[in-house]
């Protein structure tokens, strides 16, 4: 009896040749339309949030592509921070300010200012 041996080959499914496909095809995009697009735009010196603005779902599809795609654990991590972080927003610390002579009134403020000009003419003396 022979003894075969069964070959491994490496097969490439047919969803990960479409995913391949598809990311060649944006790139290829990038690169004959969105490029020229944003020099041109920057020529007519548009902003940098501008720009963003107009391409943020361009931005937002391939950070999601690498969140869900991307054999790099670390790229696929730091995609997913970003995404959650433009969806839900970045947490930020409010404070409300109050200064301590905001409601005092003219009379009270005028005061103040007098009782500061004693203290500083007493000070010269």
Do not use: C, W
């Not at 690169?31 to 944003?38: A, D």
């Not at 950070?63 to 670390?74: E, F, G, K, W």
Request: aromatic share 4%.
């Amino acid at each position: 009896m022979a003894n075969y041996k069964k070959k491994s080959k490496k097969r490439t499914s047919l969803t990960s040749i479409e995913e391949q496909v598809d990311d060649l095809l944006l790139l290829d995009r990038i690169k004959r339309e969105i490029g020229p697009e944003i020099r041109e735009m920057l020529l007519k010196g548009a902003s940098a949030k501008e720009i963003s603005k107009k391409y943020a779902a361009y931005a937002m599809a391939r950070i999601t592509q690498i969140a869900l795609t991307d054999p790099d654990s670390s790229k696929a991590l730091s995609a997913a921070k970003d995404l959650i972080d433009r969806a839900d927003g970045k947490a930020t610390e409010t404070k409300k300010i109050k200064h301590e002579f905001e409601e005092m009134s003219d009379t009270e403020l005028d005061a103040i200012l007098k009782s500061s000009e004693e203290d500083l003419e007493s000070l010269k003396q």
